[in-house]
Nanobody
């Protein structure tokens, strides 16, 4: 089992920045690819970004490319999502997830509880 706990969400004005963190425990962190997903009210959960086990490969949904950066610190068992130039449409609950491989179509077996990000216009 892997336990995931997100933090760093909050309320920010459009154009601002937030950094989300996801702390993992329970198993060897570097054995897992990590992803960030989000779910806005009334919408399905969508893939946002993913990073491979080593951190050498990253993946992003088109809508966040150039604005969001995913990274991981295996020594700290933590994955991050740096979000810049935030837009109101980025408002959602953000979830981190762990799986065997990275990528938007991959299966993620473990999920955190989520952290709310609200971007005001």
């Amino acid at each position: 089992q892997v336990q995931l706990v997100e933090s760093g969400g909050g309320l920010v004005q459009a154009g601002g920045s937030l950094r989300l963190s996801c702390a993992a425990s329970g198993r060897t962190f570097s054995d897992y690819a990590m992803g960030w997903f989000r779910q806005a009210p009334g919408k399905e959960r969508e893939f946002v970004a993913a990073v491979s086990r080593s951190g050498g490969s990253t993946y992003y949904v088109d809508s966040v490319k150039g604005r969001f950066t995913i990274s991981r610190a295996n020594a700290k068992n933590t994955v991050y999502l740096q979000m810049n130039s935030l837009k109101p449409e980025d408002t959602a609950v953000y979830y981190c997830a762990a799986g065997a491989v990275a990528g938007p179509g991959a299966v993620y077996n473990y999920w955190g509880q989520g952290t709310q990000v609200t971007v005001s216009s």
